[in-house]
């Protein structure tokens, strides 16, 4: 398995390292550290970015090596656009999985729990994204999270990312049905029996659907919550925030995307 770790060397960064060496320290995978700037205006840096971030990026990758990281470790740092950087990346390494980290401290000019870059990674980069706050806990995911209001109806391949992900047959999946105080439709009547069908083939400890809310201290309880990254209804729902907020979600998030469609 192929694993992009996005690093801006933040604290929320660091945090992320240490649960990537948790999350695969019993799977085979390769890392490869990333990190993209904007590229300087001619002659502005005289070449020193390379060998700063260079050194940023070797600093990351003994950190996952004291955290007893015995996979692959490559560091790459690109000047370029960000997500057309990040695009060619996932193309040219055939990356399965992004990880970043996120802050549970800032209040963002998104309106969302997290800022514009993150938000441009989970939707407009088809790949499958992790998403782990500062104040996430370092441990294998035992119970897990789905909502969904059924809405997408075309592509189920979304989920193949977790047959790749070892931690799955020691989870317990919880599905959230959304939006079921209205009559479904033909369409996502037959969306919530494909959902059930593949999610029931998966290698879950358990699955079992419950209702209940979708408010923040709720979601806290569970170890991994996970998100189709085309259903932006629960997006609202789940990431909205205002300042006066003082929750904000403190478990790591699985972006579900079609990675075959580059």
């Known amino acids: 398995m192929n694993v992009v770790l996005l690093s801006d060397f933040s604290s929320s960064s660091t945090h992320m390292l240490d649960y990537a060496a948790m999350l695969f320290k019993n799977q085979e995978a390769s890392f490869t550290i990333l990190h993209i700037k904007s590229p300087c205006h001619k002659g502005d840096c005289g070449g020193k970015c390379d060998i700063i971030f260079s050194q940023k990026l070797k600093r990351d990758q003994d950190l996952l090596r004291q955290k007893g990281c015995v996979n692959s470790i490559t560091t790459k740092f690109i000047e370029g656009s960000f997500i057309e ?9 055939r990356i399965d ?15 969302l729990f997290f800022d514009k870059k993150t938000l441009e990674i989970i ?18 995911p035992q119970t897990a999270l789905l909502p969904t209001d ?24 919880s599905l959230i049905p959304t939006g079921l105080h209205k009559t479904l439709g033909p369409n996502k009547r037959h969306s919530k029996d494909l959902i059930s069908k593949v999610i029931n083939s998966l290698e879950f400890k358990s699955v079992k659907e419950i209702q209940s809310t979708l408010k923040v ?6 170890d991994l919550v996970m998100v189709m990254a085309k259903n932006l209804s629960i997006f609202k729902e789940l990431f909205s925030t205002s300042p006066e907020s003082l929750l904000r979600p403190e478990v790591p998030f699985l972006f579900l995307h079609d990675s075959r469609k580059l």
Do not use: W
């Open 123 to 140: 939707t407009k980069v088809k790949c499958s994204v992790v998403l782990v706050p500062e104040q996430a806990h370092l441990s294998l």
């Open 217 to 222: 201290a709720y979601i806290n309880r569970f």
């Open 85 to 93: 950087s990040i695009r060619s990346v996932i193309i040219d390494e």
């Open 97 to 111: 999985l992004i990880m970043l980290g996120n802050s549970t401290k800032q209040v963002f000019n998104t309106g």
């Open 150 to 173: 059924f809405s997408i109806t075309s592509d189920y391949s979304i989920f193949n990312i977790l047959t790749s992900l070892s931690f799955v047959n020691q989870t317990h999946l």
